[in-house]
């Protein structure tokens, strides 16, 4: 089975400071690994994606990702907040090695950016 | 393109009633999922087709909800009857899965539907 853990519900961040989101997850073999985005009463938005390669990972808005095999983590990141930042936070995992094509999310996380 | 497009956006109901969900996928996809969010589930999977068949259902509630995909641009997710507890909102989401078992396209989802059962 697969599962995602997102362990905080909400993340408060200064607007301008660096900010982590954290995501851990659990597969049983090699992970496809998302983070996306919910702004309200909208429907998620893809941010990016680790597949293979680099451990850090670049997606939209500024943000990135590392990758951390031994420590099953894939945090997300951003050198320096935006208010607009503030939304909620969803990492999602995919088993590489097994047929099943949906995605496991995690319970989100509320980021909050103060101006 | 349009994105992914679902209908209606609201949708008020009373307990025991039927109600039907639609979904447009983005033009080109193959696959299509129907999601669950509510907030003490959070997102959850109900179904998803690949080429038009379902290939895994067992986020499926129960026999009360069904869920089809006619072609490839339509699906819909039935509830019948109708209960309190199937308030939520529900988001389709499509993707391109190539034949290849090692490679992913991210999901694309629709601004959701949500439903209140009175």
């Known amino acids: 089975a697969q599962s995602v853990a997102q362990p905080e519900d909400q993340v408060n961040v200064a607007e301008g400071n660096p900010l982590t989101v954290k995501c851990t997850y659990s597969?049983?073999?090699?992970?496809?690994l998302f983070w996306y985005v919910q702004y309200p009463n909208r429907g998620l938005q893809f941010l990016l994606k680790y597949i293979t390669g680099d451990n850090l990972v670049k997606g939209s808005y500024g943000f990135e990702a590392e990758f951390n095999k031994s420590q099953t983590s894939f945090h997300l990141k951003k050198p320096s907040a935006l208010v607009s930042d503030s939304a909620l936070y969803f990492c999602a995992v995919r088993d590489m090695d097994t047929g099943r094509r949906a995605l496991t999310f995690g319970s989100g996380t509320r980021l909050q950016v103060q101006p | 393109d349009a994105g992914v497009i679902q209908s209606p956006r609201h949708e008020v109901t009373e307990m025991g009633q039927e109600v039907t969900l639609r979904c447009k996928p983005i033009s080109g996809h193959n696959s299509l999922f129907w999601y669950r969010q509510t907030m003490m589930r959070g997102l959850e999977l109900l179904i998803y087709?690949?080429?038009?068949?379902?290939?895994?259902d067992s986020g499926m509630p129960e026999d009360r909800f069904s869920a089809k995909m006619p072609n490839a641009s339509f699906s819909t997710l039935k509830i019948q009857p109708s209960e309190p507890r199937d308030s939520a909102v529900y988001f389709c989401a499509s993707s391109l899965e190539l034949a290849v078992k090692k490679s992913y396209n991210e999901q694309f989802f629709g601004p959701g539907t949500r439903l209140t059962v009175l």
């Open positions: 597969v049983s073999g090699n992970p496809y």
């Open positions: 087709f690949n080429n038009n068949v379902p290939i895994d």
